[in-house]
């Protein structure tokens, strides 16, 4: 099967083709990670404590952007949606809705960008599926996930676990992803060089619950909606209200310009390698060291407090002129398909 070959409707037949591609493509990057057998269901070991599952989809467009692509994005999305609620990464499906036409160079790098992140989060993807359809029914490709994992029995994360005191941390400067894939599209005659945050959470967090234990009250990843959405939803879960300082919320000066010219606010815009930390005063300034032993621009961005006299749960925004302003969840999106 020569690289210059696209995907055709043939590859979708179940027949020679399908098998051709299986083998070239998929089996000849996933064998060490699945084993080389055809079977139905990848059969794995529950191992001690609780499991932890999780599913996406990846239509990103371009497919390839600075700082990513589309195989890298739906590994560490998965591997990400894991790793904060408290799991330790096993396993990962995968299935590819193909468009005919697609050059199957791109989709073996894409296949191999998926490879190469696997084994950096030290994860198996472990069974997979292809469909292809008509030229013009899709854009290229679109990649489905499943995510395994395993969650020890002394953890236990979610909004719902805030309490007035505890304080809120961010891992790093947010907002790249989502500027950098506005940027790739060339739609706007702007030009900034920004990479996606597109990475690998797991480390991160386990080093969050190492040096915050029981004091860690959650963890999100700060994907569509930004990181004002994951306060909003935690706000809501535990009925309290966030107090936000917005100049402590790192932005990268290119990302900041870019959200100024164009009317965005950074913190709605999407990351693929941040996450939210919620934890209780007493360990905040481990917890932030273990963050920023990680990357340097993690930053403590706000705290907890009881609902005012509305008693409305919210997420308060202060701002660097002593002014304050309600961040509520979006109402449309700001741009679609970004993950």
């Not at 809120?168 to 907002?175: A, E, K, Q, Y």
């Not at 919210?314 to 999106?333: C, S």
Request: hydrophobic letters at 50%; charged letters at 20%; glycine letters at 12%.
């Amino acid at each position: 099967m020569a690289d210059e070959q696209r995907i055709t409707l043939a590859h979708g037949s179940g027949g020679r083709a399908s098998a051709e591609l299986i083998s070239e493509v998929f089996i000849a990057a996933f064998a060490d990670e699945a084993g080389a057998a055809l079977e139905d269901a990848a059969v794995l070991p529950a191992g001690a404590g609780r499991v932890a599952l999780t599913t996406d989809s990846f239509v990103v467009r371009p497919r390839f952007f600075p700082g990513g692509d589309i195989g890298e994005l739906a590994v560490c999305g998965t591997v990400n949606d894991l790793a904060v609620a408290g799991a330790r990464p096993v396993a990962l499906t995968t299935a590819f809705i193909l468009e005919a036409g697609l050059p199957l160079a791109e989709l073996r790098a894409i296949v191999e960008s998926m490879v190469r992140t696997a084994r950096a989060a030290g994860v198996r993807l472990v069974a997979g599926d292809t469909k292809v359809v008509e030229q013009g029914a899709g854009d290229g490709v679109y990649i489905t996930t499943a995510g395994y994992g395993l969650v020890p029995e002394d953890v236990s994360l979610g909004g719902a676990r805030l309490r007035p005191g505890d304080q809120l941390l961010v891992s790093g400067d947010i907002g790249r992803h989502e500027a950098a894939i506005l940027l790739a599209r060339g739609q706007i005659s702007l030009r900034a060089a920004i990479d996606s945050d597109c990475g690998l959470l797991a480390a991160t967090a386990a080093a969050v619950l190492a040096a915050g234990g029981e004091q860690v009250r959650a963890m999100r990843d700060c994907t569509r909606g930004g990181l004002a959405t994951v306060l909003c939803e935690w706000a809501e879960a535990a009925g309290v209200r966030l107090e936000v300082e917005q100049a402590a919320v790192p932005v990268q000066p290119a990302v900041g310009a870019v959200c100024e010219l164009l009317g965005l606010d950074p913190l709605y815009l999407a990351c693929e390698g941040r996450l939210a930390v919620a934890v209780g005063l007493e360990a905040a300034e481990a917890v932030l060291a273990a963050l920023r032993a990680q990357e340097p621009s993690a930053a403590w961005i706000g705290e907890v407090a009881e609902v005012d006299a509305s008693g409305r749960p919210r997420v308060i925004g202060r701002t660097g002129v002593g002014g304050r302003r309600v961040l509520e969840r979006l109402t449309g999106g700001q741009m679609p398909r970004i993950c």
